[in-house]
């Protein structure tokens, strides 16, 4: 559809490389090659040729001395037009294609979709754009797009990046980039861009899409004035970040009366705080709900125990993980790890958690489906608890005891140090992989019933209580005609059943042929016994096995019963009062209320798949400190500062800005729309010899103005000397702009 034209300046600082570390300077990416060429006898100055730009970006990565196969992100020139796109994917092409697996790795895109063609600047603005994405480790969108061109539905090379992604790498090799810039007659530019991780790589500042405030008071009239004074603080964008920042260092977790609120901006801000006021001076605060993204309260804080319960399958959900993964490099190092794993690299977990958005449904559910595969969900699922945990670390805060349900016991035992992070990968990935194997050699079916288990196991013949989750929900398991019969007859008695989309029946004897290969694998990781309590979802009680026992006691739990009402109420009864959900979704934290009911406890959930997952996560840091945690939110931001914010502009600056935009020529309306002629008096010179002032033609439809008296010429050069000049008086300057406009015409 082509492109706006804009106009811009674009301003980079470049250095060798032993200098700017030598002196100290911030590095934000390094430029390892530069390709040009010329279309030479082209057919026409507008025409491009798809040899020649190859013939540039070839010469680049000559001269970087990699191939294109080793990056991720081509910045293109990206016109917008049909030829413009057209040969330029078709160039790339020439250079990418053959360089793959067979599947797209890089991600094109260009900046013009947002600035429109800066024409001069429009190449500084692609490299100013793929540097930051280097130093934020983030793939940037190209947005406005609704569907990719034809060469690229099909292409094994490329694909169109239209929503902001983690940048995930192996530790094989660093990031890297480039950036294409063509002109009118063919004068072709490649760049070859690297990320740099040395001693003085910038420290980019954090811009989060949403930040946490912290408030504690002895009493609520101090929480009050504490939410009153930051309503009426005024801030630009750069200080959100700072001022939420400022809030965390005063904050105390055992003060009378605590509150988090997490917001957008100033304005959401300001709505949240302004609620919590009227609840409080209404008198409904502690009765009445507050709403998403705040907490508070006035009661002592917690001082129970801390259990982390880990999320199963069927918590996996496309878009898990990715929000953590660009807003902290703790979370980000993780899904790099496991890129860099010998069993789960070659997976891919990064492209199967956060693929490259769908244009359509099918793609979607494609999507969907590749990741709800066990060989995939199970690793990937651990990705995002290992993530977690990682935040957690930073935060500080410790868990007194562990539970899962059935794939998330895994990650418990991990916690507990049974084995380590590469190992609980592998762990993931094995027995994911030897489900998988037994679900394609053994049908069976799986069925979610809305009743407790007392009430279902005498109902229903032929089949196994596969996961006992709660008073209000059991799993059962079985031979598909065991399951099709016992849907019947949950029908026929009134309770609510549905099948659920499963390759056979787990936790059941049908799948024991995976039990024996995955205490093989195990055996081979070699577990430790766990260092705090791990409670098993089999026996609803901490493990107590020898070390050398565990590979057999842990695989076993694969075609035994979930016990999970059982385990919640064991881990109650030991202590436990804050129940930490890690792991995708929030299924985890439903059961864990739907257990305990109306008894005193707090679940939080680090994840939502119907929320941003930073917005989520920073909800639950701030509802864990409204309950009295004490936690370290300056080691949770370290790698994030917020901005620095600008300094205020000089008082002889002159802003450049739009000025006519939304003023059309000719306007909307046609002629009615013009501005009205200036009627303010005017100054009229007369010269040294008058003549004849000559009636302007539109002076009928212009009032008459008084006569002006004779004044001395303010020109600095001579007048006509046959015509009286006329000039509008000077009007009153409402900016520094416009008086400077205004002097400049009187002189001219």
């Known amino acids: 559809d082509g492109t706006m034209l804009g106009e811009g300046v674009g301003i980079l600082a470049l250095r060798r490389l032993s200098d700017a570390e030598r002196d100290g300077n911030r590095i934000h990416a390094l430029i390892r090659g530069i390709g040009g060429g010329s279309d030479g006898k082209g057919t026409a100055i507008y025409t491009p040729l798809p040899s020649g730009q190859a013939r540039a970006i070839e010469r680049a990565y000559v001269q970087a001395g990699y191939g294109p196969e080793t990056v991720d992100l081509v910045e293109a020139h990206g016109t917008g037009t049909k030829a413009g796109d057209k040969a330029e994917l078709a160039g790339l092409h020439l250079v990418f294609d053959g360089k793959g697996d067979g599947e797209p790795w890089c991600a094109v895109g260009s900046v013009k979709s947002q600035i429109g063609h800066a024409k001069a600047a429009a190449g500084a603005a692609s490299l100013i754009k793929a540097v930051h994405a280097l130093s934020r480790k983030t793939l940037p969108p190209t947005i406005k797009i609704g569907e990719p061109a034809d060469i690229l539905k099909d292409s094994q090379s490329f694909y169109l990046n239209s929503e902001a992604?983690?940048?995930?790498?192996?530790?094989?090799?660093?990031?890297?980039?480039?950036?294409?810039?063509?002109?009118?007659?063919?004068?072709?530019?490649?760049?070859?861009?690297?990320?740099?991780?040395?001693?003085?790589?910038?420290?980019?500042?954090?811009?989060?899409?949403?930040?946490?405030?912290?408030?504690?008071?002895?009493?609520?009239?101090?929480?009050?004035?504490?939410?009153?004074?930051?309503?009426?603080?005024?801030?630009?964008?750069?200080?959100?970040?700072?001022?939420?920042?400022?809030?965390?260092?005063?904050?105390?977790?055992?003060?009378?009366?605590?509150?988090?609120?997490?917001?957008?901006?100033?304005?959401?801000?300001?709505?949240?705080?302004?609620?919590?006021?009227?609840?409080?001076?209404?008198?409904?605060?502690?009765?009445?709900?507050?709403?998403?993204?705040?907490?508070?309260?006035?009661?002592?804080?917690?001082?129970?125990?801390?259990?982390?319960?880990?999320?199963?399958?069927?918590?996996?959900?496309?878009?898990?993980?990715?929000?953590?993964?660009?807003?902290?490099?703790?979370?980000?190092?993780?899904?790099?790890?496991?890129?860099?794993?010998?069993?789960?690299?070659?997976?891919?977990?990064?492209?199967?958690?956060?693929?490259?958005?769908?244009?359509?449904?099918?793609?979607?559910?494609?999507?969907?489906?590749?990741?709800?595969?066990?060989?995939?969900?199970?690793?990937?699922?651990?990705?995002?608890?290992?993530?977690?945990?990682?935040?957690?670390?930073?935060?500080?805060?410790?868990?007194?005891?562990?539970?899962?349900?059935?794939?998330?016991?895994?990650?418990?035992?991990?916690?507990?140090?049974?084995?380590?992070?590469?190992?609980?990968?592998?762990?993931?990935?094995?027995?994911?992989?030897?489900?998988?194997?037994?679900?394609?050699?053994?049908?069976?079916?799986?069925?979610?019933?809305?009743?407790?288990?007392?009430?279902?196991?005498?109902?229903?013949?032929?089949?196994?209580?596969?996961?006992?989750?709660?008073?209000?929900?059991?799993?059962?398991?079985?031979?598909?005609?065991?399951?099709?019969a016992a849907e019947a007859l949950c029908l026929e008695k009134g309770l609510k059943a549905r099948r659920l989309s499963v390759a056979t029946a787990f936790h059941s004897s049908i799948v024991h042929a995976a039990v024996e290969p995955f205490a093989a694998e195990l055996a081979a990781l070699r577990p430790r016994k766990p260092k705090l309590p791990v409670y098993a979802n089999a026996t609803a009680s901490p493990y107590t096995v020898k070390a050398a026992d565990l590979p057999a006691v842990i695989a076993g739990q694969i075609a035994t019963s979930v016990r999970f009402r059982e385990q919640v109420e064991a881990m109650y009864a030991a202590g436990a009062r804050v129940f930490v959900e890690v792991g995708p979704g929030s299924i985890v934290t439903g059961l864990v209320k739907d257990v305990l009911g109306d008894r005193p406890f707090r679940a939080v959930s680090l994840d939502n798949k119907r929320a941003n997952g930073l917005t989520q996560f920073l909800s639950a840091v701030g509802e864990l400190s409204v309950a009295g945690q004490s936690l370290d939110l300056a080691a949770l931001f370290a790698d994030t500062p917020p901005p620095v914010p600008a300094a205020p502009p000089s008082k002889h600056a002159v802003y450049i800005s739009g000025a006519n935009y939304d003023k059309p020529y000719p306007p909307k309306n046609g002629a009615a729309g013009r501005a009205p002629p200036n009627v303010t008096p005017t100054l009229t010179i007369q010269p040294a010899m008058a003549a004849p002032a000559t009636p302007s033609p539109t002076a009928a439809s212009v009032p008459t103005p008084p006569p002006a008296s004779t004044a001395p010429t303010p020109s600095r050069t001579p007048p006509m000397p046959d015509t009286p000049q006329t000039y509008p008086a000077p009007m009153p300057a409402s900016s520094s702009a416009e008086r400077i406009w205004s002097e400049v015409s009187q002189l001219h």
């Open 165 to 484: 992604r983690p940048w995930i790498s192996p530790d094989t090799r660093p990031r890297r980039a480039s950036v294409s810039s063509f002109g009118f007659g063919g004068s072709n530019f490649h760049v070859a861009l690297e990320e740099y991780t040395g001693p003085t790589a910038i420290l980019p500042p954090r811009v989060l899409p949403s930040e946490l405030f912290l408030f504690s008071a002895a009493a609520t009239d101090g929480l009050v004035e504490e939410l009153e004074g930051l309503i009426h603080t005024e801030t630009d964008e750069d200080g959100f970040a700072a001022l939420a920042a400022s809030t965390h260092g005063a904050f105390e977790a055992d003060a009378r009366v605590r509150a988090a609120i997490v917001a957008d901006d100033q304005k959401d801000l300001a709505a949240k705080a302004s609620r919590l006021i009227g609840q409080i001076e209404t008198g409904t605060f502690g009765t009445a709900p507050l709403g998403a993204g705040i907490h508070a309260s006035t009661t002592p804080p917690e001082t129970g125990k801390v259990a982390f319960l880990f999320s199963g399958q069927g918590s996996q959900y496309v878009g898990m993980g990715a929000d953590l993964a660009m807003a902290f490099p703790a979370a980000r190092a993780v899904w790099d790890m496991a890129a860099s794993h010998k069993t789960t690299g070659p997976m891919k977990l990064h492209r199967l958690a956060f693929p490259p958005a769908a244009f359509d449904q099918v793609e979607f559910g494609q999507q969907t489906q590749r990741l709800t595969e066990m060989q995939n969900a199970q690793p990937a699922i651990a990705a995002v608890a290992l993530a977690q945990l990682a935040l957690l670390d930073r935060l500080g805060i410790d868990a007194d005891m562990a539970g899962g349900h059935s794939f998330g016991e895994m990650m418990a035992l991990h916690l507990a140090r049974s084995f380590d992070s590469n190992g609980a990968l592998s762990v993931a990935a094995a027995r994911g992989r030897l489900m998988a194997e037994a679900a394609k050699s053994t049908p069976g079916a799986m069925m979610a019933v809305q009743t407790d288990s007392e009430t279902i196991v005498a109902k229903v013949p032929d089949v196994v209580l596969a996961n006992d989750n709660g008073p209000s929900q059991v799993v059962l398991s079985g031979p598909v005609d065991a399951i099709r």
